[in-house]
């Protein structure tokens, strides 16, 4: 059995159910997956309901119904199996589509998972739309809300686009259903639809150009001396998308010249974005990136069934409720990255840790971690720990690290998931981004344990080889 044999089974054990339980994640990528799996199982016409977790832990089990109907876990699942069992879940009623490390269980549920298959780089939305697709091509309309959910969850960030699976067959048919458009070299930088383009530039760090990155006033300086024309007549600013092909060339040559001259590559100037030419412009709707924050938004400040009503075409009290969570989204996170500076990180041999304990939501710290990363030492992943609110015997742990240190052979999932099962925890993620629940009295043993775990994966000798 091959990968497209999975999906091919799950498509047609789903059209075979007669009433479904979707229960997905509440980031971007879940809500995709959500969205995809329920459209194509509502045109169907098979009844089904949706529930939305945070996480698959102990805790949150609860929340997934015991009752006859069939469950899909979406985004979540692969790594949680032994949860599914203690639940009393039995193999014929469940169907796992995810992109997560699968751990061992003794009850080996079904599942269609890219990542044994070497498909590292696609996300969960990439497989429930291959499975909508497979039920019925007619759900092609849908590769749009695939390609958000996969960017969404950093699936385009490595690579600077999006590859594999996800590009040569999503992707192509979202473009040949006309809702989205690829720039295959375009500037790498984010907030390009609703953005002034100075601030684009100053808030981007990747690549980190001296003079612009973390200067919004250097960023317009270096628009003006290329003779770059920043606002309309009437005061707007314009943003990048707004700028003509000509104007658009000028700045990536500029960008490209000073990187050289400050001897940094350029291979990280450009990439392939995805924008969305049926929505509404200088809207978070306009293109990929800022389409998932909006997404990550709703899930984070526990409204994840607004985004999905929103990638269902709702744009009325939905999409007006989502913009205004995206504002209060934005500001917290500046406050929390604010914190984060201005408290100051420990710093360890292998990483950099800091507890913001309870000031901040636990499903927004990871988020600031990556942010802070970027303005700390970028060499050492960061860990970051939060209480959680509704058990104040656990502390949340969020990690991020960059490409270059995932490069050098770092795996922020296996450290957190071999440190937390040790502690009774549990965790899970991705090489480049990772999270996990610990209980409260290990918070200084785990971080101790993630330092030598970090250390070993990077080669470090151990205290016998030295």
């Known amino acids: ?154 699936m385009a960030r490595e690579t600077c686009g999006l590859v594999g699976p996800v590009r040569d067959i999503i992707v192509e048919d979202a473009v040949l259903h006309r809702n989205v458009e690829v720039h295959r070299r375009d500037l790498n930088c984010y907030g390009t639809a609703t953005r002034p383009l100075y601030l684009s530039l100053a808030y981007n760090d990747d690549p980190f150009i001296r003079g612009i990155s973390n200067n919004p006033e250097g ?53 392939e974005t995805y924008s969305f030419p049926d929505e509404p412009v200088r809207t978070p709707l306009r293109n990929a990136q800022e389409y998932a924050t909006l997404l990550n938004a709703c899930g984070r400040w526990a409204r994840p069934h607004v985004g999905s009503a929103i ?16 504002n209060n989204h934005r500001a917290v996170i500046r406050d929390l990255l604010g914190y984060i500076l201005d408290t100051g990180v420990t710093e360890l041999e292998w990483l950099q840790y800091i507890h913001v304990g309870a000031k901040y939501p636990d499903t927004i710290v990871g988020i600031g971690a990556g942010m802070a990363l970027s303005k700390l030492n970028s060499a050492k992943p960061i860990l970051v720990m939060c209480s959680v609110p509704e058990d104040p015997n656990l502390t949340k742990v969020s990690m991020r690290t960059t490409e270059r240190v995932v ?52 080669g470090a000798p151990g205290p016998d080889h030295r």
Not at 231 to 236: A, E, H, M, S
Not at 312 to 326: F, I, T, V
Request: with cysteine; aromatic share 6%.
């Open 219 to 271: 960023a317009k300086q270096f628009l003006r001396r290329h003779g770059i024309r920043q606002q309309t007549k009437d005061g707007r600013w314009l943003v990048w998308e707004e700028y003509p092909p000509d104007d658009q060339k000028t700045i990536i040559s500029a960008l490209a010249q000073q990187l050289i001259a400050n001897g940094e590559p350029v291979d990280r100037l450009l990439a």
């Open 311 to 326: 990638l269902k075409g709702d744009r009325g009290s939905q999409y007006r409720e989502a913009e205004h969570m995206l």
């Open 1 to 154: 059995m091959g990968f497209y044999d999975d999906v091919k089974a799950a498509a047609e054990t789903i059209a075979a159910a007669g009433n479904i339980t979707i229960i997905s994640h509440i980031d971007a990528d879940g809500i995709a997956s959500e969205a995809i799996l329920s459209q194509a199982i509502g045109r169907a016409e098979i009844p089904h309901r949706s529930v939305f977790i945070r996480q698959l832990e102990p805790l949150t089990m609860p929340q997934v119904p015991l009752d006859t109907s069939f469950k899909i876990f979406a985004d979540l699942g692969a790594g949680q199996q032994n949860l599914l069992e203690e639940r009393g879940f039995s193999q014929h009623e469940v169907l796992i589509v995810d992109h997560h490390v699968s751990q061992p269980c003794t009850r080996q549920y079904r599942q269609v998972n890219c990542l044994p298959y070497g498909h590292g780089k696609m996300s969960a939305a990439g497989v429930s739309y291959l499975i909508a697709k497979a039920m019925d091509t007619a759900n092609t309309d849908l590769a749009k809300t695939a390609i958000i959910g996969n960017v969404g969850d950093m």
């Open 407 to 458: 490069a050098r052979g770092i795996d922020l999932q296996q450290a957190i998931s071999d440190a937390s099962t040790a502690y009774g925890g549990g965790g899970g993620g991705h090489r480049i981004a990772a999270g996990a629940f610990i209980p409260k009295i290990a918070e200084q043993e785990f971080v101790i344990r993630v330092n030598r775990l970090l250390g070993e994966q990077a």
